[in-house]
């Protein structure tokens, strides 16, 4: 099948990275747990459970690097544990993961960043009172929490932190929150934030950026802009995992679709034939009896400070953070 009947969205451009994306999943077969050709993280037998409830329960899955792959699934699917697991911030009882042919077991979530596996946080309360620049300057550390921190207070290298200050501000041009640097991240509309979260990620220089819900609470004018940045992230060569009840976001910059349902990985392929996808629909009819596939955002999100601490929480207001509400 050419690439051009494999996709939605905007013309493919020959020589793009889109384009080689395209043609390295065209053969991958769609079914769950596919092998693909170039996969950057391969997960094997990986089991979470809380008490009764088994949220994660994934026989093998693969991540085609230089891909964007989105992850979606109904709420409680268990789609942000999974990446809890992968990120280091959560350990599965059972299970095998590899980045990059490297096993992550029992690494910590910022010696994973500092790998290149990066997952972006909502703006908490506390880093809303930092500003923009001292938030980009924590990014560099690797990932949130205490550690980061204790970090900010420890004395290092003025070459490394120049070389820190020049990256951020670029990525803050980049992402147009150059004016913004010296304001407090909490004055940020909702749509800076997630712009914020993003470039924030970027300061460790990933090779895979993991976005849980990248989309929640952005107004219209601002999800071109962020889809515009996602886009940009692949034609720069890196891999891309974002989890997305927006079905147009999926839609429009998914190269390949990854659906969990019940912890379980339970189908697999390209946007469009997995929205045509009968056990998908079924899924998702089975735990939204009156919604309809792109469900409005009410989710299960988790926050740096209770990843930090291996809680999940359920925030009915993703869009809102503390301060906003
Ligand atoms: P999703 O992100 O797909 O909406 P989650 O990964 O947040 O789903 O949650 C999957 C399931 O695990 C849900 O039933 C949720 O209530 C449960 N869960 C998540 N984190 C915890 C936790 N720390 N303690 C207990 N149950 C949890
Ligand atoms: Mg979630």
């Known amino acids: 099948m050419p690439a051009e009947a494999t996709t939605m969205g905007d013309p493919i451009v020959p020589g793009s990275r889109r384009e080689a994306a395209l043609q390295a999943l065209a053969d991958v077969p769609r079914e769950p747990g596919s092998k693909k050709p170039d996969p950057i993280v391969i997960v094997d037998d990986m089991v979470r459970r809380f008490g009764g409830l088994t949220a994660v329960d994934v026989q093998h899955v693969e991540i085609q690097r230089g891909a964007i792959t989105a992850l979606i699934g109904p709420n409680g699917a268990g789609k942000s544990t999974f990446f809890n697991q992968l990120t280091g911030f959560d350990q599965p009882d059972t299970g095998a993961w590899v980045f990059n042919g490297t096993s992550l077991k029992g690494v910590k979530p910022h010696q994973v960043a500092r790998r290149g596996m990066v997952r972006t946080f909502q703006l908490t ?47 803050l041009a980049r992402f147009k929150l150059d004016a913004k640097r010296e304001d407090f991240a909490g004055s940020l509309s909702g749509g800076q934030r997630k712009l914020l979260e993003m470039a924030r990620a970027l300061m460790v220089e990933p090779e895979l950026v993991m976005l849980d819900e990248p989309m929640a609470g952005v107004n219209p004018a601002l999800k071109q802009s962020l889809l515009g940045h996602v886009k940009g992230l692949r034609e720069e060569g890196m891999t891309v995992l974002f989890v997305e009840h927006d079905m147009d976001m999926v839609r429009d910059i998914s190269d390949w679709v990854i659906v969990m ?15 045509a996808n009968q056990t998908v629909i079924d899924a998702y009819l089975g735990s939204h009896h009156d919604e ?7 989710s299960a999100r988790i926050t740096e400070d209770e990843a930090a601490e291996g809680r999940g929480v359920l925030d009915a207001n993703p869009g809102a953070t503390e301060d906003e509400a």
């Open 125 to 171: 309360k506390a880093l809303s009172k930092l500003t923009v620049i001292e938030n980009m300057r924590l990014g560099a550390k690797g990932q949130s929490g205490e550690s980061m921190f204790r970090a900010m207070f420890a004395p290092f290298w003025r070459a490394q932190e120049n070389a820190n200050t020049d990256r951020a501000d670029d990525l």
């Open 261 to 275: 349902a019940q912890g379980q990985i339970i189908a697999e392929g390209p946007p469009y034939s997995i929205m």
């Open 292 to 298: 309809p596939l792109a469900p409005e955002e009410e």
